[in-house]
């Protein structure tokens, strides 16, 4: 069911992310694979994220979320992809997509991506390690202190590292959670969508 699902809305969207891709992973940045159109879509109708947010999603493969968001919600979007390969594909899947005139890709590290001041969401996949997502969170601690403004993150199937470092940050409050262990097979408790909100 979940693999048709796949299939359909790639196809409605006009686009190709399924499958995922371990080629170019490695201590620092994990392999590529797209969240699930349901999770996605449980996601876009949260009311967490609205036509005139502006998203950034680290790791962003070939640009599903960007691509899906954008056309189910109306916000704008920001892909951040390290691997070339992975940006090209994204790049290509832009050509067709129906959403395309909202989603634009960046080529880069994370790490080093200067988070401009219109950017005030943020989704991860656990898409790199703790050390890069340190830097990301200050990166986007300087975005702040250059333009206060609300800010919210997803953490989509976190892992128990992720949430240990999460509770670490001052600067972060854990605010709800997007259950999605019914969509899937099994009892996978990292079924969830993590909400975490900036507390100035």
Known sequence: MIKQEERTWDQLLKIKTTGRDDSRSDQY????????????ERLANSGYIKKKNKLADYG???????????????????????????????????????????????????????????IDRFYFFNPFSIEILQSVIARIRES??????????????????????????????FLDEIECTDLFDGEDSREKILIFGWVY
């Open 60 to 118: 962003c493969g070939k640009g599903r979320v960007d691509f899906f968001l954008s056309y189910q919600v109306g916000c704008r979007t920001i892909g951040i992809e390290y691997d070339e390969r992975m940006y090209k594909t994204a790049m290509e899947n832009h050509k067709t997509a129906v959403s395309s005139r909202k989603t634009e890709f960046c080529l880069g590290n994370a790490a080093k991506f200067q988070v401009m001041t219109d």
């Open 29 to 40: 940045c994990y392999p590529y694979e797209p969240t699930p159109y349901p999770v996605l």
């Open 144 to 173: 702040i202190v250059e333009d206060p403004r609300e800010l919210l993150f997803f953490f989509y199937y976190p892992s128990d590292e992720y949430v240990s470092y999460l509770m670490t940050v001052d600067e972060l409050e």
